[in-house]
């Protein structure tokens, strides 16, 4: 079997001081057994989940009963992090946050993509090593996870620092058959490989790989190792100096720190082709184990006039500009509202209509009243029934209404929204001056405590002048 837990835990512990971005979370996930987990073995019940490879909803079923190994791919660190990020990274953030509350010890895997022509392009517009680069915005992708509430990662891994285990799976293909080296690169002979484009569905004609290369043996091929100086990220291999191809870098780690088949794989939907077809080509040729990962898991994208929102378009928000207007629970309450693979239209209306939804919930949740069993047994539900977090917020609103303050408590930490309200002196006090500060039409004061105060969490509705 492939599943290796324990050896994720000693891989951890062996990695660098600089790596460990999060290792505190990886130990309270491995061992810490918190009191969720002791609160909740719910054996009885089986979440059922929708996989990519199957396209069917299907019962989950792990390598190990209580464990769940989840790989989840990491951002390019080349610039901030927009609200499509958000959404991905929210939503794989409450699947391993209901799983561990389940009963189920989660280790969740993301690695960082911190060599990438992105990055060695921007680097050399800014004038600045790509290592620099790299880690700045590394730092404020931690940054942006941070304010947003994302804390379930176990381990973050970085490219970078997994440059042997890289070019050793590289050898391995090699000595298999499946690559060959070219002047440009070693490349991935797709024509070895039996379940090429079995996740992705398409046909031949649709999957040649965007890397287009005239040394190449079949189009389909991808590359495996780009020969040339890259500078600064450029490293020795067998083949020739040079750096990774673009898949290579998640099968290496995953397999150091997983093996060969583990349970979970998630991602944007647009990861699926070429990048997660390559990366199961490369896992399943090592040793022939398959399927490498029974649930593939892929988020819809969050859109702006029905296209997806991305750097290259133009039509993005960074995570930290919306934080400014919107607080992490609105976000949060904003993203789940909409069904993890369902696209989701960021508008402005939108996000009113969450923070009317999340206002009001914290409004009627005031006096505890009891348990609600059918309210709780409908978040559950919903929950279990393919992650449908819209149905487990109108469980939510139910819980509100009916004052099960407990239940907002401990499903409010599941999706990282806070749902009761926290009033102090303090804070009133700062609402009441900058309404004095409106009506007196000093804007740009008033702006600047509201600011202050979102990125603090606070929820601030202003009324109509
Ligand atoms: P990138 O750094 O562009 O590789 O993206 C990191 C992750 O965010 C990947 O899983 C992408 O699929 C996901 N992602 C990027 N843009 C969006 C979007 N507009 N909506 C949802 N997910 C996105």
Not at 174 to 199: M, P, Q, S
Not at 216 to 235: M, R, S
Not at 401 to 412: C, I, M, R, T
Request: with cysteine.
């Amino acid at each position: 079997m492939g599943y290796q837990h324990d050896n994720c835990s000693k891989q951890v512990k062996k990695a660098g001081v600089a790596e460990r971005l999060n290792a505190s979370a990886c130990k309270a996930d491995a061992w810490g057994f918190d009191s969720l987990r002791r609160r909740n073995s719910r054996k009885d019940v089986t979440m059922q989940l929708y996989s990519t490879l199957s396209r069917t909803v299907e019962s989950l079923e792990t390598l190990s009963p209580d464990r769940v190994s989840l790989f989840v791919c990491g951002p390019t660190v080349y610039d901030f992090s927009h609200i499509g990020h958000a959404r991905t990274y929210v939503v794989f953030d409450v699947l391993a946050k209901y799983l561990r509350w389940t009963g189920k010890e989660v280790f969740y895997l993301q690695n960082i993509t911190d060599v990438d022509d992105k990055i060695i392009n921007r680097a050399k517009e800014e004038g600045v090593s790509q290592s620099y680069l790299a880690r700045k915005f590394e730092t404020e992708y931690l940054r942006d996870m941070h304010a947003l509430g994302i804390d379930a990662v176990s381990y973050y891994a970085r490219a970078t620092t997994h440059m042997p285990e890289i070019i050793a799976q590289i050898e391995r293909l090699f000595a298999r058959g499946v690559a060959y080296v070219t002047e440009t690169g070693v490349y991935f002979n797709l024509d070895t490989f039996d379940h090429n484009g079995e996740l992705s569905r398409q046909d031949t004609a649709n999957r040649i790989s965007r890397v287009s290369c005239s040394t190449k043996h079949n189009p389909e091929d991808f590359a495996l190792w780009k020969l040339g100086e890259f500078g600064e990220y450029t490293w020795d291999s067998p083949w020739g100096r040079g750096r990774p191809g673009w898949h290579i870098e998640d099968t290496a780690i995953s397999e150091k720190y997983f093996g060969q088949q583990y349970d979970m794989h998630g991602g944007g939907l647009d990861l699926i082709f070429p990048h997660h077809e390559a990366e199961i080509a490369q896992m399943e040729s090592l040793e022939g184990k398959h399927p490498m990962v029974k649930y593939w898991v892929h988020t819809g994208f969050l859109t702006v006039n029905g296209e997806k929102m991305s750097k290259s378009l133009g039509n993005f928000i960074t995570i930290r500009d919306a934080l400014k207007t919107w607080n992490k629970d609105v976000l949060r309450y904003f993203i789940l509202l909409s069904h993890y693979r369902s696209p989701l239209q960021a508008t402005n209306e939108g996000l009113v209509n969450a923070q009317r939804g999340f206002e009001h919930i914290r409004a009627v949740a005031k006096k505890d009243a009891g348990v609600n069993t059918v309210g709780r047994k409908a978040f559950i539900d919903a929950m279990e029934s393919d992650l449908n977090t819209p149905a487990a917020l109108a469980a939510v609103q139910g819980l509100a209404a009916s004052g099960d303050l407990e239940a907002l408590k401990e499903f409010g930490e599941i999706l990282g929204i806070n749902f009761l309200r926290k009033t102090s002196a303090p804070i009133s006090i700062l609402q009441d001056i900058r309404g004095e500060l409106r009506a007196r039409k000093q804007f740009e004061l008033a702006d600047m405590i509201r600011e202050r105060m979102v990125s603090a969490g606070i929820t601030i509705t202003d009324p109509p002048l």
